[in-house]
């Protein structure tokens, strides 16, 4: 079993920045697959950024650039920083591992991103 617990989010101007984080615990060993999701009121979750074998990274289209996902195996955290925030970032942003067969979701952050 792995547990995810997200931490970082909050209000920020557009244009400021975040650093979310995903503290990961339990069996992490063999943990293929990183990534940072996000689900906006009344949207589907997105895809923001992923990173899987510990080097391939995707990003979305909407915040290539923008986002960068690292992770640290050392203290099993992965990260996600976000520059140049806009408004339509905000939503709940989630972070998820797959190991084998399962996947494993924490309880998200709010990202609100307004003047």
């Known amino acids: 079993q792995v547990r995810l617990v997200e931490s970082g989010g909050g209000l920020v101007q557009p244009g400021g920045s975040l650093r979310l984080s995903c503290a990961a615990s339990?069996?992490?060993?063999?943990?293929?697959?990183m990534a940072w999701y996000r689900q906006a009121p009344g949207k589907q979750r997105e895809l923001v950024a992923r990173r899987s074998g510990g080097v391939s990274t995707n990003y979305a289209d909407s915040v290539e650039g923008r986002f960068t996902i690292s992770s640290d195996n050392t203290k099993n955290m992965v990260y996600l920083e976000m520059n140049s925030l806009k408004p339509e970032d905000t939503a709940v942003y989630s972070c998820n591992m797959v190991k084998g067969f399962n996947s494993y979701w924490g309880q998200g952050t709010q990202v609100t991103v307004s003047s």
């Open positions: 339990g069996s992490i060993s063999g943990i293929s697959y």
